[in-house]
C-alpha cells in the first residue's frame, strides 16, 4: 500500500489549496480513505473522511464548510479542496486508507501517506 500526497505549500489567509493523494498497491475502492491533520506541538487532527463510493463525505465541524474531500476511483486519488484559509489551518496533512469504512477515528486507519505540508500566513 503506498499513499502520496502533494500540493501543499505556503500560502496567504483566504487563498485556496487542493490536495491530492495517489493510492497504489491496493484496490482503492475497496477503501475508506480519511484526511488528518498534525500542526506543530499538537495532536493528530480528523479533517475529513469519504466512503469507498464516494457517497457520505464528511468533516469536522471545524473545518465544515471550508474543506470537501472528494475521490475520483479511476484515477485512484483521494482530493481535500480547502477554500478560505486561516493560519490555524497551518499544519502537515495525511491521508490514510480504512478497509470498509471511513471513521473519524485515526486509530481505524491502517495504511499513511508521508504528509504534505500546509502554511497559511495571516
Known amino acids: 500500500v503506498q499513499l502520496q500526497a502533494s500540493g501543499g505549500g505556503l500560502v496567504q489567509a483566504g487563498d485556496s489549496l487542493r490536495l491530492s493523494c495517489a493510492a497504489s498497491?491496493?484496490?482503492?475502492?475497496?477503501?475508506?480513505m480519511g484526511w488528518f491533520r498534525q500542526a506543530t506541538g499538537k495532536e493528530r487532527e480528523f479533517v475529513a473522511a469519504?466512503?469507498?463510493?464516494?457517497?457520505?463525505?464528511y468533516s469536522s465541524y471545524s473545518v465544515k464548510g471550508r474543506f470537501t474531500i472528494s475521490r475520483d476511483n479511476a484515477r485512484n486519488t483521494v482530493y481535500l479542496q480547502m477554500n478560505s484559509l486561516k493560519s490555524e489551518h497551518t499544519a502537515a496533512y495525511y491521508c490514510?486508507?480504512?478497509?470498509?469504512?471511513?471513521?473519524?477515528?485515526?486509530?481505524?486507519?491502517?495504511?499513511w501517506g508521508q504528509g504534505t505540508l500546509v502554511t497559511v500566513s495571516s
Open positions: 469519504v466512503t469507498w463510493s464516494g457517497g457520505s463525505p
Open positions: 498497491g491496493f484496490t482503492f475502492s475497496d477503501y475508506g
Open positions: 490514510a486508507a480504512q478497509k470498509g469504512l471511513a471513521t473519524p477515528s485515526w486509530l481505524a486507519y491502517a495504511s
